[in-house]
């Protein structure tokens, strides 16, 4: 009976592996039933590494070659069966084989926006995304952390893990350096390279090396990105009469759509540039008091002079009710016009 088991017993006397598909990092190599010969053949190609295991145990690890396994091809084995007394053939062997090229395109981004303090907006919620590459460097490190026991772990499998430290260490970054959002947006070679260093030791951690990060947008919900438009056109107009005037230019193709067509904004539009030139005379009327010579508190020229800056301010205070003017621009010209009658 115990003859009939032997001859029933299948040997291994070859074993090697070739990728059927992308994505593969780790695989068990079928070894149900069977048993390895003394002196089989292991065969691992280039961007793989072969980890044999003993009762859970990483032993010995090969990188590309072709390898006779005996005592001398598998020292920690030897040690962990004890065969350096008696070698026993065949022998059981939990055989793995891991993907070491490189995997690239791999994609990252933030599933939410991310919410930071930055100097110029204050709060401000913000998104990003871009690309990595990455390969298994150490088979030890991703065999007992990654991959274990599993008959196959794929790069889809790792993805979602590697995204989240991805992100993670992004919105530490960006908490601790401080760097406005404008900064960022403008020196995304600058931020792939800084936050690649930082993602270093993360990949490590696992056996991986990561090749390369970028950064390929950055950028702020579309609520918040259609405010920072129009502080830019603000601050490129300059000129608040100016700006009531690009304001109304800016209605005209939505007025064109609607029921009266062109003509039924000739009002709008006329009102919008009244709007403009009493704002823009209300601020020349305060320029010239303020440039005027000084007079006696009590004469009727420095009574007038209070006046007119009394009414500029209520014009002012008019245009804050109705939106035109910013509660930050009205305070600032209230100040300077005030500050001229000491």
């Not at 007394?85 to 926006?113: A, H, I, M």
Request: proline share 3%; net charge negative; charged share 20%.
């Amino acid at each position: 009976m115990a003859l009939m088991d032997f001859i029933k017993k299948q040997f291994i006397d070859v074993i090697q592996w070739t990728e059927n598909g992308d994505g593969v990092l780790a695989v068990r190599y079928p070894m149900r039933d069977f048993e390895i010969q003394y002196g089989a053949q292991l065969t691992v190609r280039e961007s793989q590494m072969a980890v044999f295991v003993n009762e859970g145990q990483v032993a010995d690890v090969f990188g590309p070659g072709l390898y006779t396994l005996t005592t001398r091809t598998l020292p920690v084995l030897t040690y962990l069966k004890n065969w350096d007394k008696l070698f026993e053939s065949p022998f059981k062997s939990d055989v793995y084989f891991l993907s070491t090229r490189l995997q690239l395109d791999c994609k990252w981004g933030t599933p939410n926006p991310i919410t930071i303090r930055d100097k110029d907006f204050g709060m401000v919620r913000m998104r990003a995304f871009g690309i990595y590459s990455y390969k298994l460097i150490d088979a030890r490190k991703f065999h007992s952390e990654i991959s274990g026991t599993r008959e196959q772990y794929t790069v889809a499998d790792l993805d979602g893990q590697l995204r989240n430290l991805v992100i993670s260490s992004m919105t530490d970054l960006f908490g601790e350096s401080g760097v406005p959002f404008i900064d960022m947006a403008a020196n995304q070679d600058e931020l792939s390279r800084t936050l690649k260093a930082r993602l270093e030791a993360v990949f490590d951690r696992y056996g991986l090396a990561l090749d390369s990060f970028v950064v390929q947008n950055v950028s702020l919900p579309e609520e918040l990105q259609k405010i920072l438009d129009s502080r830019i056109g603000m601050n490129m107009i300059g000129d608040l009469g100016r700006y009531t005037q690009y304001q109304v230019a800016n209605s005209i193709p939505l007025a064109a759509q609607n029921e009266g067509g062109i003509a039924g904004i000739g009002a709008g539009l006329g009102a919008g540039l009244g709007i403009g030139q009493t704002i823009s005379a209300a601020m020349t009327q305060a320029m010239q008091a303020g440039s005027a010579a000084p007079q006696a508190a009590a004469s009727p020229a420095a009574a007038s002079h209070a006046d007119e800056v009394v009414a500029t301010l209520e014009k002012l205070h008019g245009l804050v009710a109705k939106g035109i003017v910013s509660q930050a621009e009205f305070d600032a010209k209230k100040a300077e016009l005030l500050g001229k009658l000491v």
